[in-house]
C-alpha cells in the first residue's frame, strides 16, 4: 500500500535534517510527503527533548494531531526524535493516540514503522542504538531552496552538566569528509547559496576520527563548491584553533558571523558546569577573533540562573556581556532537567532565573541597538527572502536564519526571493535594521 504521510518537525535544525532524511526514505518508499497533516494517513511528529518547555512544545502538539485524528482527518500519528527518545515509556502509555515511537537512533526505520502502523495495526517503539546510527542519507529540503543545512557530526563528549543531548543523541561522532563533500556538492548543484555548517560542536570535528581537527580542511573543501555564504553555527571555545581562525578570515565565502555558546562567564560556575573556559580566557578569545577576522559579528547563549549563581555572579556576567559587546545572544533561564548533574545541585527558583533572563535580555537590547546604530550608511549584500506588502526583507552575513531578526529594505524594482542585492542600511526598528537597495 501506498500512503500519503506528513511531517512535523520541532526545534533545533540538527532534527530538520533528521525530518528531512526521513521524508526522503519515505518518498523513496513510494508514499507520497505531503505539507498539510489534514488528509494524511499518517503524521510524524518530530520532537525535541532538550528542555521541558520543548517536551511541552512536542505534547502540545501531538494533542493538536490527536484532534484531528479523533476527528477522522488523520489515521495514524508517529512520534519521534529526541522526546520519544528520553520519554518513549511515558508517550506510550500517557498518549494513546500515539500509534508508534522511534527513537533517535531509529530514524533509517521510518518506512518499517510506518508500514507496521498501517498495515500491520501493530505500535513500534523502536529505540535503536543511539552511538551507531547512521547519519547520512538522501533528504528532501524543507527549508527555502537558497539556503540549507550541512550537519558535519552527530552527539556530543562535551557533557555540560545542565545538559541531556549526549544522553539522547549519543557520543561525537564527525561523518566522513568525503560523504560531506558528495552531499554539499548535491545542494550546491540544487542551486543552495547559503550553507549552514552545524553539529552539537562543529569545532570538534575529525578529532574522532585522526585525533586532529579537520574542520578548517573540511571549510576549505567547501569553499571550492558553488556556494555564495557559509555559516558557521555552534562552535566550542576552548577548540577554535589558529588555523581555523585563519580560514576564517581568508575566505570570502566563510561569513565573519561565529555562534559560540558560553552559557556564563563566572569562574565558578563555568566549573561547576564542567566547561572547560574560565572569564579570562574566553575575553581574550573574542579579542583575538575581533582582532583577527574583520567585521566579526558574535552569537552566543547565555544561562541565567545555573547552580552557584548569586547576584554577584549575576551582576558579573551583564558587566561582562557590556564589555565583550557581543552582538547577538540567546538568554535563557535554567532549565533543572531530569537526569543531569545541575539538576541536583543548588540553584535559584525558576521566576527568579526567568527575572535575570529579563534583565540580561535587556542588557542586549542596548548592545544591539548600539551595534545598529554603529552600522548605519554602511552598505550590505542582503539575501532577499521576501515581500511583506510594504518592503522586502532578507538577511545580512549578521543574521542567521531563524535566530536572529531581518534586514527590511526599500527597492525600485522587483527582487526575486533568493536574490543577493546591495542594501545601504539607513535605520533600525525593533533591533532590526532598515535600508534602501543600493545602485
Request: hydrophobic share 40%.
Amino acid at each position: 500500500m501506498r500512503y500519503n504521510i506528513s511531517f512535523i518537525s520541532l526545534g533545533c535544525a540538527k532534527n530538520q535534517v533528521n525530518c528531512e532524511q526521513m521524508m526522503a526514505a519515505v518518498a523513496a518508499a513510494g508514499h507520497t510527503v505531503q505539507a498539510d497533516p489534514e488528509g494524511a494517513d499518517a503524521v510524524v511528529v518530530n520532537t525535541c527533548g532538550f528542555l521541558a518547555s520543548a517536551c511541552e512544545e512536542a505534547i502540545d502538539t501531538i494533542l493538536e494531531m490527536a484532534e484531528l485524528k479523533k476527528a477522522g482527518r488523520v489515521r495514524k500519528i508517529l512520534v519521534t526524535g529526541c522526546m520519544a527518545q528520553r520519554y518513549q515509556e511515558d508517550v506510550l502509555r500517557e498518549l494513546p493516540e500515539v500509534d508508534g515511537v522511534l527513537g533517535t537512533g531509529s530514524y533509517g526505520d521510518i518506512v518499517q514503522a510506518i508500514e507496521e502502523v498501517m498495515d500491520r495495526g501493530l505500535r513500534p517503539c523502536r529505540m535503536g542504538n543511539i552511538h551507531t546510527a547512521p547519519q547520512g542519507g538522501p533528504r528532501i529540503l524543507s527549508t527555502p531552496p537558497w539556503y540549507a543545512y550541512l550537519r558535519i557530526a552527530e552527539g556530543c563528549d562535551n557533557h555540560c552538566a545542565y545538559c541531556v543531548i549526549p544522553s539522547l543523541r549519543g557520543k561525537y561522532r564527525s561523518r566522513p569528509m568525503g560523504e560531506l563533500l558528495e552531499e554539499a556538492a548535491e545542494l550546491a548543484d540544487a542551486g543552495v547559496k547559503e550553507l549552514l555548517v552545524i553539529a552539537q560542536d562543529i569545532t570538534r570535528y575529525g578529532t574522532d576520527l585522526s585525533g586532529e581537527h579537520q574542520l578548517a580542511s573540511l571549510l576549505a573543501e567547501l569553499c571550492r563548491l558553488d556556494f555564495h555564504w557559509i555559516r558557521l553555527h555552534y562552535l566550542y571555545p576552548d577548540e577554535i584553533t589558529d588555523e581555523l581562525i585563519d580560514i576564517i578570515a581568508k575566505e570570502d565565502k566563510i561569513l565573519p558571523y561565529l555562534d559560540i555558546p558560553i552559557q556564563h562567564c563566572s569562574d565558578g560556575i563555568l566549573k561547576a558546569m564542567n566547561r572547560r573556559d574560565t572569564k579570562a580566557e574566553l575575553t581574550a578569545l573574542f579579542d583575538k577573533l575581533r582582532a583577527r577576522i574583520p567585521g566579526l559579528v558574535l552569537r552566543t547563549s547565555i544561562i541565567t540562573g545555573l547552580p552557584g549563581e548569586g547576584e554577584a555572579e549575576f551582576e558579573e556576567l551583564c558587566a561582562f556581556l557590556r564589555q565583550t559587546r557581543i552582538e547577538r545572544a540567546g538568554v535563557f533561564p535554567f532549565s533543572p532537567e531530569e537526569g543531569t548533574r545541575a539538576a541536583a545541585m543548588d540553584h535559584v527558583d525558576a521566576e527568579e532565573a526567568r527575572r535575570r533572563a529579563e534583565l540580561a535580555v535587556d542588557v542586549q537590547s542596548d548592545i544591539i541597538d548600539a551595534y545598529n546604530e554603529s552600522v548605519l550608511g554602511e552598505v550590505r549584500e542582503v539575501l532577499c527572502e521576501g515581500f511583506d506588502g510594504q518592503r522586502y526583507y532578507g538577511r545580512s552575513y549578521a543574521e542567521s536564519p531563524d535566530i536572529d531578526g531581518r534586514v527590511y529594505f526599500d527597492a525600485d524594482r522587483e527582487i526575486p526571493p533568493g536574490t543577493f542585492v546591495p542594501v545601504r542600511l539607513t535605520g533600525a526598528m525593533d533591533g532590526e535594521l532598515t535600508g534602501e537597495m543600493a545602485e
